[in-house]
Nanobody, 115 residues
Framework: QVQLVESGGGLVQPGGSLRLSCAAS????????MGWYRQAPGKQRELVAD???????NYADSVKGRFTISRDNPKNTVSLQMDSLKPEDTAVYYC?????????WGQGTQVTVSS
């Protein structure tokens, strides 16, 4: 059974940095797209950034220039480097992958930006 496992969330002060990682495990033939979504309290889940196998990226306007997504294809991992964090970045961050034709989600990791 394929699973996505996230790590790296936590509490950080405004202006600080965090790095999220997500690893896909199990029997995997191909991964088309991997990415990160987030959901703040009372809001809908939204795309933060995603990346295809050939490295094409897509970012939400609110994080452009501050967040960087990267992917290690042989290791089936995706990471999100988050710099210059703002209180409005506070949310549960979810890893999402299109793996062997199916959309899979991780369990989520909390990111809190507060002084």
């Amino acid at each position: 059974q394929v699973q996505l496992v996230e790590s790296g969330g936590g509490l950080v002060q405004p202006g600080g940095s965090l790095r999220l990682s997500c690893a896909a495990s199990g029997s995997i033939f191909s991964i088309y797209r991997m990415g990160w979504y987030r959901q703040a309290p009372g809001k809908q889940r939204e795309l933060v950034a995603d990346i295809t196998g050939d490295g094409s990226t897509n970012y939400a306007d609110s994080v452009k220039g501050r967040f960087t997504i990267s992917r290690d294809n042989p290791k089936n991992t995706v990471s999100l480097q988050m710099d210059s964090l703002k209180p409005e970045d506070t949310a549960v961050y979810y890893c999402r992958g299109i793996i062997d034709g199916r959309v899979l989600w991780g369990q989520g990791t909390q990111v809190t930006v507060s002084s």
